[in-house]
């Protein structure tokens, strides 16, 4: 226990100070053994974040340094928790969609795919092929979106500044696009339990397609500036490597797990919402260091923009949200004519729809990795349980194995590389 | 040849003090004046590389955002960590401002004028060990970005001050030898002397591997990308200058700029024939000091670009190749000079 | 995990390893469970990382309230090869919520089980790190169990330090 010193006449110290300065915060700085023989080394503490300009959000690690090389390091993670799974069991059904997507805030298609997925999976609710290849499309021009900003931002710590602006130009065309057919650039709460919200509007296949086309090519411009500046290669090549089998015993996946050389991509092993339809490829890494993961995400971004185009190339007639009154909303016109429409619209928008009891785990490839929601339903309208398993949470555990006696220009790269998202960490 | 034997080169005019004095006031009104337009054009530069307007509400194309700039800067509380070493924590921008501008009195912006009948230098003063003043300022200037990092009782800055002493060391030895090129070739150290010895070449072209070592050197030594490890803003949130705020962080700010400045005027004093012009052409002498600004002006956008362009390197990565690289090659460019010029002479 | 049978057999195969442990077998929407006894959760997911499930995606708790015992961990596992899913379930009651810890079959239960420590209030017995992760480490009460209410949450600002905050302790 820690007690500081008041000066004389100080106000006595609230019940709350003095709980808070009870707190034993000695297993967060556990002295290292083997390190520091006195003179010649001296171990220095240094508290990087929650405010630090790298730490992809408030993220906080206790990093111990010898000189400038990494010896231990602690995420301490919860800075921006709010409760978001304690929120959706408020909710019902419908109105938790909004919420769990705020989640992982780079990855909303998904946060809301993996949800709606686990309701369908509770509801044995078959979605229709339209919306099946709406919400790929939609979810891979997520993906993209969510690389770009990890290339930004990584490229930014590993100060080359100028990819930030090059990568959020092409974001925004992204944001632009979603606008176009969701009504929000972010948090767009456009899947539905059952399909999507409405059909995507006249126009926007055109604008996707083009943006598809164009985006590999954008790729190629990012790799001509990145892949043959010999400073960058000298960062990455073999900074930080981990292998596969301590990957997979970290529960690390996604393109961490792939730069190390496993192909272990959900959409190809364990196919949803049609995936199985699209001819594309999973890059894989070989030794598993910061480079593989580059480059992997950077090929990602053109197997995504691959999987779009068949899918507006592929994109079915039909309807976009599943024709199970009891879970969808009647078209808006049915509700003049008809009295059991108007009578499910009143239930569905007061109470929502019942679930039957059961668990059920979504899980889906999210641009981190595997991304599952946990969904219990006690056959009310409202889930009894939420859990995002969220990729980026799992990832973190692996920053202390990737980073140890690593320097602390590495230890940032690195983190950036992991690519974790404190919005999905925290939750 | 010249004689070193005085700390002054000889001149063969004489200057009265009152002439020293305006000539001083006038080259650090105008080196000041010139740091807000570098910084304006750093900024809208760096916006146009990246796809982006820049700076673009203050004033006309907003050109007055470095005004705007001042005055937010200093209009901001000075404040200081209860952990840091108060008077040093003060003194240490001051000593980079000074070491910054002072290097700035040997940069000679022209050639001796005939000012209403009096014979002016267009430089501050002509010494006869002009590389060696600005290498000596250079490390002093040393002292106030280590001992700014080390008084502000902060980690980060005192990682960054760390750096910042084992780089600039590392680097002078480079850039030193990279000049002794020159100076071997020019067979003199008065830098106006140096300017007139590449009345036929500029240097850049015999000394083209000293151009590039000093180059890449002096990236170091003003801490700009990609050497920019002492206030690696990823790493090391600002480096020794993560504490500093308002009129202090202006003063590093500023010293930053200056630095650029002089390391641009010395390579265009240096190896591009300082105030001269290609093919014989001869303006009139008021155009000199014109001359060499546009000059260094081309040095000063090849560091915004870099910067735009360059990821930043690792700490020891930076020291490999300094040590391992730079320096072998500029100690070689100084071998083969030395015997070409042996051979030749 | 595709049908009632493969569950059975699977369930079969781990009840032949560790005898006693299989409580319960679930198969719904195609998804299987196996509820364990909790004290048998080492072997158990021993026997069903030999048998194949090699990768353990998540652990979550869930608070069964108002049914007994409350309190459940779910292990997600994965068998990478055969692509197969199984779910793994222990149930504990609110009073004597301790479960033996599984970082030490897969280090990537570490965060997962503190998240549910935090969240629920399961010890888990042997966890290298049992600390809170997500909630501030003064927190009273596990926040995700079914009766701790939401809102009414106070903010301390420093102006009113002195008002006392303390949280109200939950039974």
Known sequence: ?427 | MNTLSGPLAEVSYYEPWWIQIIKAIVIFAVILQVQPIIIVGERKGLGRFQGRYGPNRVGPFGLATPLADIIKLATKEQFRPDSSIGWMFALAPVISCVTAIGAIAIIPFGDTQDIFGTPVGLYGIDVSIGPLFVFAMGAVAFYGIMLGGFSSGSKYSFLGSMRAAAQLISYEVSQGLALVGVVMTAQTLSLTEIVHAQQGMWYIVPQFAGFLIFLTASFAETNRAPFDLVEADAELVGGYFTEYGGTRFTAYLFAEYINMCVVSLICVTVFLGGWLLPFGIHPPGWVDPFIVLGKAGLFIFFFIWVRATLPRLRYDQLMSFGWKILLPLATLNTLVTAIIIVATD | MPDQTGLELLAQTVGDAVPDSVLRTVHFRGQGTIEVAPGAINDVLQALKGAGFRALSSVHGVDYYPEEPRLGVIYELLDMTALDRVRVKVRVTADEPTVPSVTPLWPTANHQEREVFDMFGVVFDGHPDPRRILMPEDYQGHPQRRDFPIGGEPVLFTKDQDTDYTPKVRA
């Open chain 1, 1 to 427: 226990m820690s007690t500081v010193d008041r000066p004389a006449g100080a106000p006595a110290k609230s019940a709350y100070r003095q709980m808070e300065e009870s707190i034993d915060l000695s297993t967060m700085e556990q002295p290292l053994t083997g390190y520091g023989d006195g003179a010649s080394h001296e171990l220095l503490t240094l508290n990087m974040g929650p405010h630090h300009p790298a730490t992809h959000g408030v993220l906080r690690l206790i990093v111990t340094l010898d000189g400038e090389i990494v010896r231990d390091l602690k995420p301490i993670i919860g800075y921006v928790h709010t409760g978001i799974e304690k929120t959706a069991e408020q909710k019902a059904y419908w109105k938790a969609i909004p919420v769990v997507e705020r989640m992982d805030y780079l990855a909303y298609f998904f946060n809301s795919y993996a949800f709606c997925g686990a309701v369908e999976t509770l509801l044995d609710c078959e979605v229709p092929k339209r919306a099946q290849y709406l919400r790929v499309i939609h979810m891979e021009l997520n993906r993209i979106m969510s690389h770009l900003v990890w290339l930004g931002t990584s490229a930014l710590d590993l100060g080359a500044m100028s990819m930030f602006w090059y990568c959020f130009r092409e974001r925004e065309a992204i944001l632009d696009l979603f606008e176009y057919s969701t009504g929000q650039r972010m948090h767009t709460r456009y899947f539905q339990v059952g399909g999507v919200m409405e059909d995507i509007p006249a126009g926007w296949a055109a604008k996707v397609k083009e943006f598809a086309e164009k985006m590999p090519t954008r790729v190629d411009q990012y790799g001509a500036l990145l892949n043959k500046n010999e400073i960058l290669l000298q960062r990455l090549r073999g900074v930080c490597p981990l292998g596969e089998a301590e990957l997979l015993e970290l529960g690390v996946t996604g393109p961490l797990l792939r730069a190390a050389g496993n192909p272990w991509d959900l959409r190809k092993a364990m196919p949803y919402s049609s995936y199985e339809d699209f001819d594309f490829q999973i890059p894989v890494g070989t030794t598993g260091d910061n480079y593989d993961r580059y480059a992997c995400r950077l090929q990602e971004l053109k197997e995504s923009s691959k999987i779009i185009l068949q899918a507006l190339e592929g994109l079915p007639e039909g309807p976009h949200i599943t024709g199970d009154r009891k879970i969808s909303l009647p078209p808006r016109h049915e509700l003049a004519t008809s009295m059991e429409a108007l009578i499910h619209h009143f239930k569905l928008v007061t109470e929502g729809f019942r679930v039957p009891e059961g668990e059920a785990y979504f899980p889906i490839e999210g641009p981190r990795g595997e991304l599952g929601c946990f969904v219990r339903s006690d056959g009310s309208s409202k889930p009894a349980r939420v859990h995002m398993r969220d990729p980026s949470f799992v990832n973190l555990q692996a920053t202390a194995p990737m980073c140890k006696d690593a320097y602390i220009a590495d230890l940032i790269a690195t983190l950036a590389m992991i690519d974790p998202v404190l919005g999905g960490i925290d939750r």
